[in-house]
């Protein structure tokens, strides 16, 4: 690597002779790559299938996905580990689950999709909503409670949206978002839009029936839905060879094909993603298992050590962590160097931090807001505080 | 017009009017209904607006909801309303909730629709009436039609209404005509949610219905007129939002009021009635609130039983006589 550190510390004369000598391409590599020439990778893992052929391993992917995935998924974490430490200076109320380890699944489905198509998702939202558009000022203000919130306060953790770039929450009932989810691909097509909807739920919301009578009418309407299941094996406390009596859940749509993907890997991910839009919009529903793993508990009350030994989160973060996969890729291709992501993760740090204090400042709701958003349409009926001789509104 | 065709021509003109707006739930499309108040639309609209469901309230409802959310306008019918428990977590926690918990972000224009209450003869798992459960629930609309005039015109309102609407009809009621006029007949033709009517109006007592109680109140109405009791009968249309200010400027006109529904007694419609009442026209009654409801216990089958369980216009009468201070031998001595 010591080429690498020779070009990243002078842009000086060096370069040039050095450059020719060893013949680069054109868009040799630059201190940050922001290369777009085709790169191919293979994931860690083949694909698994059921009642389809499973994609190839080689994903295309260029300099500049590769650093973005390193940095998004780097925020990503970074935001997760503040936010544990917001919860336990009581910042943050209520329930709070966090997404460390699974960032690979919010960062590669982005990577095959548009903001057109739609994602919805259970509880565990921080991140998918950062990928979908979602800024740190307005995790963490809603975090708090506070007006800069993307719900300006009034969902907390479990309920983040962000409509016009397709993210449809941020939902606290198990399965619940599973035929939601269904709904909004039922509407794509009948908006005749050409996009998906991707529903997303765990392997403890993989039993419920809502989720099989939903996929039943996906099927028959041929609706253009990708059922996501981030399997991280646990539902809360239980682990899935407890809840399931087939933790195979990428072939439990029985009739609906099925994929099973390594969700620590953001190129996986990505692959299994752009498959399944490709196949739904032809032949409507299909199933993604993403092989994943949450570090933290089931959210901030569960120490997540009572259920898992230590030794397995620590072998997953050995073996496994997402944004160590992708740190290895790119110092592979020598896309970066070492004190360069160092360096981006110094920045993220610096602007998570940032965002946690402008959020700090940003003012709990006021009073009136109490009464906001019931209704879109409030027809001027009345609404009551707990005194309702004391405190009275009139819904606009 | 019946009321069946009342809310058919209003499920039509709005399919019409709005490309946006479909229909999905079980037997509404080929069967033409099964109550026939969808009938004609599958071949009118086609298979993509008028959608037969399997028989999986949760899963439809779920996906009605959700193509609410993109900005569809989807009316999901439940056969009867006891199906829509099946449904309920949707009605409540994704349609209800969604606008407050996402700031306004994301709004849910839906109609839930279908029989609410109880029919003839069908027991205890197919009788129940939802009203109070549904408008208890902030973020919801509550309407329950009684003529023809209301079905279509609350109708229309909730199909064209941007929040979740829980529409609750009455079987009984569809094969029952009522005059309209020209005006209602408009395609263009609305009433406002959340405003009562006065069906007759009346002096010394007050007495509230919805949907088929409306037609009991009335005839208690004429018999009572024949005492020299002048009844004001008010038909709700609105239970949530209630329309309190109708309700308590008839009070403070009659000072006396009986409630009448045909659900359980214990948090009923009723309930929510007298209390508002009470807190804002205390002075202004003469007598305590009466209340006529179904019976406290789950639908019976044999046909005197049924009976028993849900209110009949003498209840109604016997109730407004005893507001107004003319007492009737009690039931004990009398037989059915």
Redesign the interface.
């Known amino acids: 690597m010591a080429l690498a550190h020779l070009t990243s510390s002078s842009r000086s004369n060096l370069l040039k002779p050095l450059a020719t000598v060893l013949s680069y391409t054109d868009s040799f590599r630059r201190p940050i790559s922001t290369s777009t020439d085709p790169l191919t990778i293979e994931t860690s893992v083949p694909f698994t299938s059921h009642k389809c052929e499973p994609p190839s391993r080689s994903v295309e992917t260029t300099p500049q996905e590769l650093i973005s995935f390193f940095r998004d998924m780097a925020t990503m974490r970074r935001m997760e580990i503040a936010a544990d430490s917001l919860y336990k200076a009581k910042l943050i109320r209520g329930f709070c689950h966090l997404y460390d380890g699974q960032e690979a699944v919010a960062v590669g489905m982005e990577a095959a999709i548009t903001k057109k198509d739609?994602i919805?998702t259970a509880y565990r939202d921080h991140c998918t909503f950062v990928g979908r558009g979602g800024t740190l000022l307005e995790v963490f203000s809603e975090l708090m409670g506070r007006q800069a919130g993307c719900?300006?306060g009034?969902?907390g953790s479990m309920?983040f949206?962000?409509?016009d770039a397709g993210f449809?929450?941020?939902?606290?009932?198990v399965g619940?978002q599973?035929?939601?989810?269904?709904?909004?691909?039922?509407?794509?097509k009948?908006?005749k839009g050409e996009t998906v909807t991707f529903a997303l739920y765990g392997d403890g919301a993989a039993n419920q029936?809502?989720l099989?009578?939903?996929l039943?009418?996906s099927a028959?309407?041929d609706l253009p839905v990708i059922l996501i299941c981030e399997n991280n094996h646990y539902g809360m406390g239980t682990a899935e060879w407890r809840a399931s009596k087939s933790p195979a859940y990428y072939k439990r749509g029985d009739y609906v094909p099925g994929l099973k993907v390594d969700g620590m890997d953001a190129l996986a991910v990505k692959q299994a993603c752009k498959f399944a839009k490709e196949h739904v919009l032809r032949n409507g529903p299909i199933i993604l298992e993403m092989d994943t793993y949450r570090y933290h508990g089931h959210s901030m009350s569960d120490p997540g050590s009572t259920y898992r030994t230590r030794d397995e989160i620590s072998g997953v973060r050995q073996e496994r962590d997402p944004i160590e996969r992708i740190r290895k890729v790119i110092l592979a291709h020598d896309l970066a160097t070492e004190k360069e992501l160092k360096d981006f993760e110094k920045e993220i740090r610096k602007e998570v931090d940032q965002a946690i204090a402008q959020a700090k400042e940003s003012p709990m709701p006021e009073p009136s807001e109490l009464f906001?958003?019931?209704?879109?349409?409030g027809?001027?009926?009345?609404?009551f505080g707990a005194d309702?001789?004391e405190v009275r509104a009139v819904l606009p | 017009m019946m009321v069946r065709e009342a809310l058919n021509s209003a499920l039509d003109e709005e399919m019409s009017a709005d490309p946006k707006v479909l229909l999905m739930g079980e037997e509404v499309g080929e069967y033409q209904g099964a109550y026939k108040i969808s009938k004609g639309l599958l071949e009118k609209y086609g298979p993509e607006r008028v959608l037969d469901t399997p028989i999986t309230e949760a899963g439809f409802t779920g996906i009605g909801v959700g193509a609410a959310f993109y900005g569809l306008k989807p009316i999901v019918e439940f056969m009867t309303f006891n199906f829509s428990m099946q449904a309920i977590d949707h009605i409540i926690n994704s349609a209800a909730k969604t606008s407050y918990m996402s700031a306004g972000q994301i709004s849910v224009p839906i109609v839930f629709r279908g029989p609410n209450g109880a029919a003839a003869g069908v027991g205890a798992q197919h009788s129940q009436c939802y009203a109070s459960w549904y408008a208890s629930c902030p973020g919801l609309k509550v309407l329950a039609p009684y003529s023809s005039e209301d079905a279509r015109g609350l109708l229309k309102a909730a199909i064209r209404d941007p929040d979740p609407v829980v529409f609750l009809e009455n079987e009984l009621l569809y094969g029952e005509s009522f005059p309209v006029s020209a005006e209602v007949l408009d395609s263009s033709f609305c009433l406002p949610i959340g405003k009562a009517k006065i069906e007759r109006e009346g002096k010394d007592v007050t007495i509230t219905a919805f949907s088929k109680m409306v037609g009991y109140a009335l005839k208690a109405a004429e018999i009572l007129a024949k005492d020299g009791i002048s009844a004001e009968i008010i038909n709700l249309r609105s239970i949530r939002p209630l329309d309190r200010p109708a309700i308590n400027a008839s009070v403070r006109k009659t000072n006396r009021l009986v409630t009448v529904e045909e659900g359980f007694p214990q948090h009923g419609v009723g309930a929510e009635i007298c209390a508002s009442i009470i807190e804002d026209s205390f002075g202004y009654l003469d007598a305590p609130v009466e209340r006529i409801t179904g019976a406290d216990v789950p639908m019976p089958y044999a046909a005197n039983l049924e009976r028993m369980a849900l209110p009949q216009v003498d209840d109604i009468v016997r109730a407004a006589r005893r507001a107004c201070y003319r007492s009737v031998p009690m039931a004990a001595a009398q037989s059915y």
């Not at chain 1, 599973?178 to 794509?188: H, S, T, Y």
């Open positions: 739609c919805i719900s300006n009034k969902g309920h949206y962000r409509k449809y929450g941020g939902h606290g009932i619940a599973v035929p939601l989810g269904c709904g909004l691909a039922f509407a794509q009948y908006s029936g809502q099989f009578e939903a039943n009418i028959l309407w906001a958003n019931v209704y879109v349409k027809l001027g009926t009345e609404a309702r001789k």
